[in-house]
């Protein structure tokens, strides 16, 4: 166990600050109902992968606009159509993908390993990834400590929100902006296709056992650090892919957690 600690010390960074980001960002997701919404940001982010080999750009900077963009659209639809707001997801989710692959497909030659932004790989974090997420989790942190009462509020009862003066529309906007900035910043660490997974696990078996947002978040950031660092001992003690480990990880806790009363 020494052994493990001493090899992979910046990738067991990456797992505690994506802890953090895991946290937050998915519990402001599951209280709000908004994991359709991420799943599109993150799966539509393909768009920016395609973007950035077609244009010669890094890829994470292509990544990081394409969810910006995303982000922004579609908190202006689920804002002023909730009513079909399931059917527009789908097909900003289904056009981002295709704009990624035609890309991908015109572009001159592959700059990068493109498993890596699908599927993640917290093995390959640099320094530089850490930064990212450490900053992250700062604005992540800084977010929830001006504006929690406001994305609890609007998570349940938007009307309640506007008699108390909130403004729902900029709160529903900054709270879809968060989730599209985690899930750019863990993009090397988990891909764009587990990312929801991550977000989704720790907080909903943290909310099972909470009574509070803080406890949720608490709670979720230790279920978080233990599924990720019990899939990397696994991966690394099996030779198994360290990313679906981790998931797998997280899915038979999400299985045992379903065993105890909410």
């Given amino acids: 166990m020494g052994e493990f600690f001493l090899l992979f010390g910046d990738t067991i960074a990456a797992a505690l600050l994506l802890s953090i980001l895991i946290a937050i960002a998915g519990s402001l997701m599951l209280i709000n109902r908004s994991s359709y919404i991420a799943a599109a940001i993150a799966h539509g982010s393909y768009g920016g992968v395609g973007l950035a080999l077609y244009l010669g750009l890094p890829i994470l900077l292509g990544v990081g606009l394409f969810a910006l963009l995303l982000a922004l659209l579609l908190a202006l ?3 002023r159509f909730p009513q079909r707001a399931e059917l527009i997801i789908g097909t900003i989710w289904a056009v981002g993908m295709g704009i990624g692959i035609l890309l991908i497909h015109l572009s001159p030659g592959y700059g990068a390993d493109l498993m890596t932004y699908l599927f993640g790989n917290i093995l390959l974090v640099s320094r530089e990834d850490l930064l990212l997420l450490a900053l992250t989790d ?4 800084l977010a929830i400590a001006i504006f929690r009462h406001h994305f609890i509020t609007l998570a349940y009862d938007r009307d ?4 108390r003066g909130i403004w729902v529309e900029g709160t529903h906007t900054l ?13 090397r660490a988990v891909g764009l296709i587990l990312v929801v997974a991550l977000l989704s696990i720790p907080p909903f078996i943290a ?16 279920f978080s650090a233990l599924f990720m660092l019990t899939g990397l001992w696994l991966s690394y003690r099996f ?3 360290s990313s679906a480990t981790i998931i797998l990880t997280a899915g038979a806790g999400f299985i045992l957690s379903l065993r105890k009363r909410p």
């Fill in 77 to 79: 639809i689920t804002y």
């Fill in 239 to 241: 030779d198994l892919p």
């Fill in 138 to 141: 700062g604005i992540l942190l």
């Fill in 207 to 222: 909310e099972r056992m909470s009574k509070s947002f803080f406890q949720m978040v608490l709670l979720a950031a230790l």
């Fill in 175 to 187: 709270l879809i902006l968060l989730l599209a900035l985690a899930i750019v910043a863990s993009v």
């Fill in 160 to 163: 309640f929100a506007k008699i």
